[in-house]
């Protein structure tokens, strides 16, 4: 089983400001990584897939990158409504494994 | 528009036969290619993805769950639903159905708005 590991476990970032996210892979995926948003009481809604591609109706400040082990989300200036938690997947290898997620908290 | 929404019991006891269902609209699962999982978030904690039906009826399970689980479709009531035995407190958790758009891609990109099972005794 591919572990999915994420850092920082919370980030403080102010309003405006650029939040960088670290997914690793406990071997190569590829490109097979997916990035989610969760807010509390909600369902996880897909930001990137394929580590790079915007989902649809994804604004263009969330960003995605990186191959192999080593993934980044970036999120280019935070808006109030982008306070979440995030969360990578890999898709290369069954089963099907999330990260533990990286709280983005209001500093 | 796709939307998901998972129903199913909310207080279980130890033991039991955990039956959720799945019912979608926006797509139809006998369309070549797609797919429905089921993913689990014990609170607090991290996603855990379970099981996935395909148009073809095709499935795949979690290893560590497989002997528990069974994922059924019916296509003509657009609804996937999934059993898992012989359940347990740790088995808490909000149940998420999930449509998986893409042959070959394993990602989902709608979402139910989940269900919470507690266990206990």
């Known amino acids: 089983e591919i572990v999915m590991m994420q850092s920082p476990a919370t980030l403080s970032v102010s309003p405006g400001e650029r939040a960088t996210l670290s997914c690793r892979a406990s071997?190569?995926?590829?490109?097979?990584l997916a990035w989610y948003q969760q807010k509390p009481g909600q369902a996880p809604r897909l930001l990137i897939y394929?580590?790079?591609t915007r989902a649809t109706g994804v604004p263009a400040r969330f960003s995605g990158s990186g191959s192999g082990t080593e993934f980044t989300l970036t999120i280019s200036s935070l808006q109030s409504e982008d306070f979440a938690v995030y969360c990578c997947?890999?898709?290369?290898?069954?089963?099907?494994?999330f990260g533990g997620g990286t709280k983005v908290e209001i500093k | 528009q796709i939307t998901l929404k998972e129903s199913g019991p909310t207080l279980m006891k130890p033991t039991q036969t955990l039956t959720l269902t799945c019912t979608f609209s926006?797509?139809?699962?006998?369309?070549?290619?797609?797919?429905v999982g089921w993913i689990r978030q014990p609170p607090g904690k991290a996603l855990e993805w379970l099981a996935l039906i395909y148009w073809d009826d095709d499935k795949h399970y979690s290893p560590s769950l497989k002997s528990r689980l069974t994922i059924t479709k019916d296509t003509s009531k657009n609804q996937v639903v999934l059993t898992m035995t012989n359940i347990d407190p740790v088995d808490t958790a909000t149940y998420y159905c999930?449509?998986?758009?893409?042959?070959?891609?394993?990602?989902?990109?709608?979402w139910g708005q989940g269900t919470l099972v507690t266990v206990s005794s």
């Open positions: 394929g580590a790079s």
């Open positions: 926006g797509f139809s699962l006998s369309t070549s290619g797609v797919g």
């Open positions: 997947q890999q898709y290369s290898n069954w089963p099907l494994t």
């Open positions: 999930a449509h998986r758009p893409f042959r070959g891609k394993y990602f989902f990109d709608y």
């Open positions: 071997q190569s995926v590829g490109s097979t």
